[in-house]
Structure formats: structure tokens, C-alpha cells
């Protein structure tokens, strides 16, 4: 019998679900597998049967994860085990396929970690699976990892933290939502797989950071095809850095999400530490020729600009280069 005030526990996890099997996906299945956590990758049709022909090498292993497509015609609910964690790892733009894969897989103990880029992949997610709870699918951001993925081939030296804990701040008595017998098993699951973790009182804060982060350095290098080390020192390139970062500034300011000298310092300590040659991943999707996600940054605030009057015109020019270039592209 559970003392009042104690919270229940909640089962420990045993089965991690990945979608997406891009270098981070990949990246993440690898650490559970190796673990001996059951872990399956969710793909459908065409992709589904690509990873199984040809399986995923992570760091020159084989990636020991089992390939599962819940959307196939043949597949019966015995097929498709349940998740006690979903790691989400696709593009924004794939998040509607990710959804219909989800449904299969989540039940109420199920927790989904979304570790896509910009601020509403976890509202997203929670529209099309309305029977998710704002509990299961916490905030979360995936920092300072190095994964990379070339045809069927992973590597990675450093695979980062998972920073994850709920939109709300910590409760009048005094204890922290973050520290909630769910998120503790997410804990658990990730320090077993050798994965560093962070759960922050101020969730939605450190997610603002990392959108200040990701609109400045990752669209200046993508127009600019500039490395990292163009943005360590003072210079246009920086200019253009920061010119988008503190537009990022002012319409948090309007959202209730104060970006402080602080949180530029924080910033410039993590830049310092970036390989001069490393290209951030906006930067990599220009030069592949992939869609990039100018559309959840620069459109992001320009629309919050236009909801608060706030003036945004250096992201106003990032969204029209980067969705003109995908324009001319695309012919």
C-alpha cells in the first residue's frame, strides 16, 4: 500500500521505440539495444524494408535493434509490441507519418520524447495522438551530440544529453513536476543505455535557448555555407549571428520567456567549444540539398513578430533566401 503523499512508482521501461533512424535516431536505438533493452525501430513500407535489407552500422557495429512496420497490411497487434518510451527523431516535416506510427505503439504509461528542433513538435505530437496526456509527452531538447549518417552508416563520438522535463514551473509545494515517478524511469532507462540527462525546473526556458541557438547559428551558416568558427569571433558573419538572435530575444520577451545576457554568455561558452571546421546541421541540409527547417525557425518568429508587432526583418530575409533556394532547387 502506497503512504499518502507518496507517489506511485512507475514501471521500469523495457521496451524503447525510435522513429526515425536518420544519425540521432540511429544514435539513440544504438545505446538501449547495446544495453539489452528491447528496441525497435518504427518505419513504414519502402523505408521499413530499405532498413531491413541493408540494417544501419553504428560506429562499425551493427545497430541490434528489431526493424517493425505497425501501418504493414500482414502485421496483427501480436506484431507490434507496446512502448513504455518513444523516442521521436524524425523531421518536422515527417511528423505526420511519425504520429500514424505512434498510434500503434502508446498506451497511458507510455512516455514520448520528442528531440526534434523548434518549439511544438510535442503539440503536434499531442494533437494527432490526442489520447497522450501533457504528462506523457514531456519537453525535451538534445544537445551538444555529433551524430552523422551516410548511406547506411552512423558515427558519432559524443552522443550529447536528453534535457527533458515538463512545460510547467515547480508546483506551490514545493515539489518539482521534473522529479515525477514517470520522468524518474526516464532517468533510469537513459543513465542504463550510458546516456547523459538533465531535467531542468524551467523546461520551457532552456527550450527558448536552444531556439535562440538553432535560429541564429543555423540559419547565418546555412546562407553563409560558414562553419562554426566563422561565428567565434567578431565579424559580419557573427553580426548576422546575433542580429537573428536577438529578434529570437525580443518576441520571447513577448511570450514571458526572458533570454538574458545570461543565456548569450551560455551560448558563446558552447560555440567556443565547436570544431572550427564543424558545420551545423542547417548548414549540412543546404549542401545536401535537403529541405531545411527555415519554416519552424525564421517562420516561427516572424509570425510570433506579427502577433506582437515586434519587428523581425533579419529572419524575414533568412525565410525568403532559404525557402527561395529550396524554390529554385525543386525548379
Known sequence: ???????????????????????????????????????????????????????????????????????????????VPTADLVIVAVKHHRLAEAAALLRSVVTPTTTVLSILNGLDSEDVIRAAVPELTPEQVPLCIALAMDAEREDHRVRFTQSGRLVFGPAGPVDTHGAAPADSPRLRAVQDAL???????????????????KFMVNVGVNQASAVLRAPYGAFQHAGPARDLMMAL????????????????????????????????????????????????????????????????????????????ILEALTDLRNG
Open 191 to 209: 543513465t542504463r543505455a550510458g546516456l547523459a540527462w538533465e531535467t531542468p525546473p524551467d523546461m520551457r526556458h532552456r527550450m527558448w535557448w
Open 1 to 79: 500500500m502506497t503512504m499518502p503523499g507518496v507517489a506511485e512508482p512507475h514501471a521500469p521501461i523495457e521496451v524503447v521505440v525510435v522513429i526515425g533512424a536518420g544519425a540521432m535516431g540511429a544514435m539513440y536505438a544504438d545505446h538501449f539495444a547495446r544495453a539489452g533493452t528491447r528496441t525497435l525501430l518504427l518505419a513504414h513500407g519502402e523505408r521499413a524494408e530499405r532498413l531491413r535489407r541493408n540494417p544501419l552500422l553504428v560506429n562499425g557495429r551493427r545497430l541490434g535493434a528489431e526493424v517493425v512496420d505497425p501501418l504493414d497490411d500482414v502485421a496483427t497487434e501480436d506484431d
Open 245 to 320: 538572435i536577438e529578434e529570437v530575444r525580443a518576441v520571447a520577451g513577448a511570450e514571458g520567456v526572458d533570454l538574458d545576457d545570461s543565456d548569450l554568455e551560455q551560448w558563446d561558452r558552447v560555440l567556443a567549444g565547436q570544431p572550427v571546421d564543424g558545420m551545423t546541421s542547417m548548414h549540412q541540409d543546404v549542401l545536401a540539398g535537403r529541405e531545411t527547417e527555415v519554416g519552424i525557425f525564421a517562420g516561427r518568429v516572424v509570425a510570433l513578430g506579427g502577433e506582437h508587432r515586434i519587428p523581425t526583418p533579419h529572419n524575414q530575409t533568412m525565410l525568403w
